[in-house]
């Protein structure tokens, strides 16, 4: 990130949000938007008692000094020669080693942009992680309750996401820290900001993805899980495209298998099986997306209530989900195979024989004859069985 600093264009974040001057005295304002000192004090001593950009009530007008940007500022604008160049990963290197700095200056919106944007290899990211005031504040600049801005809510959770894939001690720090406010990081899920939906599941799933079998155990105990459960069916239905699914399932798929007959219901209640079946019928997803749809399909057919809600919508589901049988990989053949059994088999209901319609209008008996022949386990070949031996009574003899 290194910038010109002769005839350049100045950067955003050099610039008063009143103003859009380059700011010589920046000043931090309580709801932690930084301005120039002039500008700001202008329109306090106008009788203004709200944020300019937030629009949030101030607690105080109180003006904090923002070193940080001003030494940004300063060193961009030093320079004479239009060679020079000032790389502003250095500037944040030596600050962030400066135990002087307030925090309410790193938290400052520029820096959190500045530094969620530098790549994962930077050297920068281990000082980061060694400072303890730093990332508490991190941590409460993401769980607030209080209005944030949500570039800066985006930029934290960025920066959040990046030192829990590159430390695993910091991984279970976020965790225990996300975990203990579960309603309100389940809030981020449903944020009104894209990035910020976007960036809270990414980091949901590295905390989901790196938790041990002890782990597991704990969050049996853990209350608040359904709150995640809604959020991410919710984030399901607005991000049921590309590769933006697949964090959302494995979430998912994690949840599920911590408290099984709860969660499964509140996923179900929230709509998830018309979604999955959405997911593989309208979106075209990859065959790794399809897996993992298959496999929570499965996991919910594991319940009644669950294989209920794909009765009711049979005449989409059998046909999307044998459509995936023997196609994919071994795991979506075996998924598959299950929810039918589960379906036909397991399943009685008033609707049953309008779901053993779907299944032999989709082709269901030659699929399953065919997954006899593959290369599956014991227990697929089993159920396939099962579903051939429900079905002789069509080439018994009278």
Not at 20 to 46: A, C, H, N
Not at 307 to 318: G, I, K, P, S, W
Not at 350 to 372: Q, R, W, Y
Request: with cysteine.
């Amino acid at each position: 990130m290194r910038l010109p600093v002769k005839n350049a264009e100045i950067p955003p974040y050099f610039r008063c949000p009143i103003s859009f001057e380059l700011m010589e005295d920046p000043v931090i304002l309580s709801s932690g938007i930084t301005y120039e000192r002039s500008s700001i004090q202008k329109w306090l001593l106008d009788g203004n008692r709200a944020c300019p950009v937030t629009r949030q009530a101030l607690g105080s007008c109180e003006l904090i000094p923002n070193s940080t940007l001003k030494q940004l500022i300063k060193s961009w604008s030093a320079s004479s020669n239009e060679e020079a160049i000032i790389s502003l990963e250095e500037v944040l290197c030596r600050e962030i080693d400066t135990s002087s700095v307030a925090i309410a200056e790193l938290l400052d919106s520029s820096f959190l942009l500045a530094l969620s944007k530098l790549p994962s290899g930077d050297s920068i990211w281990e000082r980061v992680g060694d400072h303890d005031e730093f990332l508490e504040a991190l941590f409460a600049t993401v769980l607030a309750e209080r209005a944030i801005q949500e570039e800066d809510q985006a930029a934290a959770l960025s920066i959040l996401h990046t030192l829990c894939k590159l430390d695993a001690k910091f991984t279970r720090r976020a965790f225990a820290a996300c975990f203990d406010s579960l309603k309100r990081f389940a809030r981020l899920l449903t944020s009104s900001s894209k990035t910020v939906r976007t960036n809270a599941a990414s980091l949901l799933e590295t905390l989901l993805s790196s938790l041990s079998a002890h782990d597991h155990r704990q969050m049996r105990d853990i209350d608040g899980l359904d709150a995640l459960i809604q959020g991410l069916v919710w984030l399901l239905a607005k991000n049921t495209t590309g590769d933006q699914a697949s964090p959302l399932l494995k979430s998912l798929l994690v949840l599920l298998a911590t408290q099984p007959t709860k969660l499964k219901l509140r996923a179900i209640e929230c709509g998830s099986p018309k979604l999955l079946i959405d997911l593989l019928i309208e979106q075209q997803p990859t065959g790794v997306i399809k897996q993992q749809t298959l496999e929570l399909l499965r996991t919910l057919c594991c319940c009644a209530e669950g294989r209920e809600a794909l009765a009711v919508d049979h005449a989409r589901a059998v046909p999307a989900i044998l459509g995936c049988v023997l196609k994919i990989s071994t795991q979506a053949t075996e998924h598959g195979t299950f929810i039918a059994w589960a379906l036909i088999v397991c399943h009685h209901s008033v609707g049953s024989h309008a779901v053993e319609d779907s299944f032999l209008e989709a082709g269901g008996l030659s699929t399953m004859v065919m997954v006899l022949q593959c290369d599956c386990s014991v227990s697929t070949k089993h159920r396939a069985g099962g579903l051939l031996k429900h079905f002789s009574w069509l080439w018994k003899t009278p």
